[in-house]
């Protein structure tokens, strides 16, 4: 049997949607920009997935902006709205995504900001608090907080960060990159301008995804060169991937109850089962309260064969991650487990689910642990 539980890092193409992609592979393949027949053709479909996605997420389709996925979405939303409103002060979260806090670190150590981190409470959510404070006692400042960690699944209270990030002037971007797809996001009962998207999380095109940018806001473009976006990001655009994207998160929110009630059931299972198995294990973050539930991050005892856990599982025909795919080729630790001060010296696995697992996965992945942390 072969298991996939890396559902965070991407998701499987769904079949709908690829059949949906193959007509602007093969057939209707003009440039959107040309004015001929061929480009009038793609063009219609791009403002059509656009006014999809506008739909689906209750705001204006010239609202929405198409990227190469969520680390540029996040790129244009950070740097952008730094440079452009001249904001001196940004806040963010040490356990963020490294595409938010690798940028803010960047615009920080070469001056252009100076970078404040939110205390955050023992399971990694944000302390609401110290939020207000740190708002308070600076200047008009720019707020980044993802809306569900993509590691330890932990979910921001994001209408009442928007209440907050608006009683005090503050611009507020949010990764909802986990969230999108898999939650029934209304944009218009939130108070924010900026939110960050990626078709591959929720059975769409990998290469693609969007920036929501509030229509009261206004903001120079990250990419320049062509007129494309309506003059907000130069390249001719994925035209397929914008298809994929657009018909991913269609079928996401078509079946969103029952694909909600089935990944809870799976996560609950496995969890049961864990404990049940291997005596001192724990989980990540909050996993039992107000959290992701595609997203089960374990921490398990250390024995001789935790070192090589991820290896032994993937030679089993397991997959899952040790954090964010992102960072999977550097030697380094978590940053989120170590932000949530957790053990870093005992291994943490990442098992995030999808509409396509099942318990009998759940029970293969745990009969091979089993053999990893024998009961004594």
Known sequence: ?????????????????????????????????????????????????????????????????????????????????????????????????????????????EGIITLSFVNLHP???????DLE?????????????????????????????????????????????????HYDIDLQKIK????????????????????????SIKI?????????????????????GIIGLAKSLEIAMRDLSDHQNHI????NYMKQQLTASIPGIEFNGASAGNSLYTVLNVHFPKTENAEMLLFNLDIAGIAASGGSACTSGSDKGSHVLEGIGADITRPSVRFSFSKYNTKEEVDFTINKLKTLFPVK
């Open 133 to 181: 404070a740190l708002l308070k006692n600076n200047e008009r400042s720019f707020v980044s907080l993802m809306h569900a960690n993509n590691e330890i699944g932990n979910l921001l209270p994001i209408k009442e960060v928007g209440e907050i990030c608006s009683a005090n002037n503050a611009i507020f971007h949010s990764d909802t990159v986990q969230t999108v797809g």
């Open 1 to 109: 049997m072969k298991v996939y539980f890396d559902n965070a890092a991407t998701t499987p193409l769904d079949k709908e949607v690829l059949d949906e992609m193959l007509p602007y592979l093969t057939e209707h393949f003009g440039n959107p920009s040309s004015i001929h027949s061929f480009g009038r053709k793609t063009r219609s479909a791009i403002e059509g997935a656009r006014k999809k996605i506008a739909r689906l997420l209750n705001v204006s389709p010239s609202e929405i902006f198409f990227t190469s996925g969520g680390t540029e979405a996040d790129n244009m939303a950070i740097r952008c709205s730094i440079s452009d409103f001249g904001i001196k002060h940004a806040i963010t979260s040490k356990i963020e995504h490294h595409a938010v806090l690798h940028t803010l670190e960047k615009l920080a150590d």
């Open 123 to 129: 399971d990694g959510h944000i302390n609401l608090g």
């Open 220 to 240: 120079n473009p990250l990419l320049y060169g062509g007129s494309q976006e309506r003059d907000m990001r130069g390249g001719t655009e994925n035209l397929y």
């Open 264 to 267: 809870l059931e799976i996560k």
């Open 192 to 215: 924010i301008h900026f939110i960050s998207g990626a078709a591959h999380k929720f059975h769409g095109p990998k290469g693609v995804g969007f920036l929501y940018i509030n229509g």
